[in-house]
């Protein structure tokens, strides 16, 4: 099979934490597809499309990301380059000076217990290699012992200091040639905060060279190259450089899709921030759409929901990247899946993954309805299960005999609507406003038990046509669930079960009073114990739709009063400054230049 390779750059800090939890992800699908009780569905999704084979320097095989993760010296905590304990520097003999030497050394940054247990485990190689037979080395009370421990050291880290950098909890190992730390930006400084901060980074020509090369290198070894997917931390100078990069691409592969993602916290400056860390959050927004958006073939920002209860199974930190990083990893899996799968598709038990289609396929049927490259991300996480045939019967009863208006029909009772939240930063996905969108639905399930891929193709596609929507909807139905990976935060409520089945409410106030199910008892039914989940159905929506252009409106009006000295002394000269208002002023209004609706 064709392996229609994806390459994977990463930019920033947050872009990484985030990438760490899709990596995670990956890695149980390698594993799962090791399993012969779930192989047939798990190979049903490719992972070499993001994976290659290689060898390492003693000749063994490895199997990396086709990825590149751009961040700030020192970003690594206590991991180098090699993805080993970063040794202890010594300090550099310097013979040109005969006089005294003082030498002043910062404390060594500690591995996690988490990347300790990794690194020590003696069959944990740098990289995965093919399936193969296990080796029986140990005895199975050694592979409990190390087991427990992991699973102990990756508990740990869900505490308020557990993580401090997003080495401490990636399973995968890397190639040498995906970390790229920028030269001579140092994390703690209190630089790159802020977009323009990246501004003519990539202009050093030495610098410029060493990123193209190392893109190269992976492009090359391609076959079947479909594109690149970029995860952003557009709220800091990363943005910029993503920006740059990009832009370089347009010109050295100009048939291959970009697919930016802007990933953040939150979807909004907190509200106790000072006055003028507000202004440099709209400042970084406005410079995001004005100057990376134009770049990307599709450009889809992401946070978490602004409010908690918009995700009313899971219960999260706002203020812990280890918990919002988790959940835009988890939406990025599910939404790339359709230029992942396997094309034709093989079989399984579960039926055939359906709705396959490539990064420029995808990036056409959304970027060619709203002719500009932004779109709107809204999830399910978890998926709850789908409604049976006679509730639909029921809707679509109604709907013929006009009563469209009825509450069974109205938007936040449907199914497709009434657990799907908007994870878009400064948009809502409002019903009738989608040109054209792509929906995603793996892992579905309906009263405990996996639904076939053909049952909920079905039910998905009439769910949807209630929905009264008039656009066009490419459709997409994995029956593998998205894996919760051994380092995913504890963030399901108990309401949650192994699969991803969700208690319904008579049953969930039995467990409030005392009942024992799936966990331990919780009598105040305030608790959020987090629960053991195994895997989790997701639905996801990419949509095209008019509700793109209001982030755009609101900082075209507020762009021009904002730190115009700012600006100018990041590097931003005037006509660059008015190139941006056109941008946000074409983005607001829906017009495009030419060359952008060829």
Not at 411 to 433: D, F, I, V
Request: glycine share 8%; aromatic share 6%.
């Amino acid at each position: 099979m064709a392996r229609h390779e994806v390459i994977t750059l990463q930019f920033g800090s947050f872009a990484n934490f985030a990438g760490a939890h899709y990596w995670n992800i990956q890695d149980d699908l390698l594993g799962y597809a090791e399993k012969e009780a779930t192989a047939a569905v798990a190979a049903q999704i490719n992972s070499d499309c993001l994976f290659r084979s290689g060898e390492d320097s003693n000749g063994n095989p490895t199997y990396t990301p086709r990825a590149i993760l751009f961040d700030l010296c020192g970003s690594l905590g206590g991991i180098n380059t090699a993805g080993e304990h970063a040794p202890v520097a010594e300090a550099v003999p310097i013979t040109t000076w005969q006089g005294p030497i003082e030498v002043t050394r910062s404390a060594r940054i500690p591995v996690s217990a988490f990347a300790e247990q990794l690194l020590s485990e003696p069959e944990h190689e740098p990289a995965r290699p093919p399936v193969q037979e296990p080796v029986a080395t140990t005895s199975n009370n050694e592979e409990d012992d190390r087991a427990d421990a992991l699973e102990l050291a990756a508990r740990s880290l869900d505490s308020t200091s557990g993580v401090g950098y997003w080495t401490d909890y990636l399973k995968t190992f890397l190639h040498p040639r995906s970390l790229y730390q920028l030269p001579g930006v140092w994390q703690g400084q209190g630089r790159f905060g802020a977009f323009g901060e990246g501004k003519g980074l990539l202009g050093v020509s030495e610098t410029r060279d060493d990123v193209m090369d190392r893109i190269r290198y992976w492009a090359e070894e391609c076959d079947t190259f479909q594109g690149f997917q970029c995860l952003v931390d557009d709220h800091s100078g990363f943005g910029q450089l993503a920006a740059d990069v990009v832009s370089e691409l347009r010109e050295d592969y100009p048939t291959a899709p970009a697919l930016v993602f802007p990933v953040r916290a939150a979807h909004a400056a907190p509200s106790h921030a000072e006055t003028e860390a507000k202004r440099l959050w709209k400042l970084n927004e406005a410079l995001s759409l004005g100057v990376l958006s134009p770049q990307a073939t599709l450009y889809a920002p992401m946070a978490p929901p602004s409010r908690v209860q918009e995700l009313p199974h899971l219960h999260w930190h706002q203020d812990r990247a280890f918990h919002t990083s988790a959940l835009c990893g988890a939406a990025l899996d599910s939404m790339t899946l359709p230029y992942r799968l396997h094309s034709p598709c093989p079989t399984s038990p579960l039926g055939m993954a359906t709705g396959a289609a490539s990064m420029h396929d995808l990036a056409c049927l959304l970027n060619g309805a709203a002719h500009c490259s932004l779109a709107v991300v809204s999830a399910a996480l978890p998926c709850p299960g789908l409604p049976d045939e006679r509730h639909l019967a029921e809707a679509r009863d109604l709907r013929t005999r006009h009563r469209a208006d009825s509450p069974s029909l109205r938007p936040s009772s449907l199914w497709t609507r009434s657990n799907t939240a908007c994870w878009s930063p400064g948009m809502q996905a409002h019903p009738g406003q989608a040109l054209a969108e792509s929906v995603v639905l793996r892992g579905a399930r309906r009263g405990g038990a996996p639904l076939q891929s053909h049952q909920a193709a079905d039910l998905l596609d009439q769910s949807l046509m209630l929905e009264g929507e008039r656009c066009v909807q490419a459709r997409c139905v994995v029956p593998q669930a998205m894996p919760v990976p051994l380092p995913f935060p504890g963030i399901f409520n108990n309401t949650v079960l192994r699969y991803g089945d969700l208690v319904e409410p008579e049953q969930h106030s039995h467990r409030q009073h005392g009942a024992l199910v799936n966990g331990a008892v919780h009598s105040n039914g305030t608790s959020h114990a987090p629960a053991e989940v195994d895997c989790t159905p997701v639905l996801t929506r990419l949509a095209a739709s008019s509700a793109c252009r209001q982030p755009a409106q609101q900082h075209l009006r507020s762009f021009e009063g904002l730190a115009r000295q700012m600006l100018h002394r990041w590097g931003y000269d005037r006509d660059e400054q008015a190139e941006i208002t056109e941008q946000l002023h074409q983005l607001a209004t829906g017009q495009q230049h030419e060359d952008d609706s060829d």
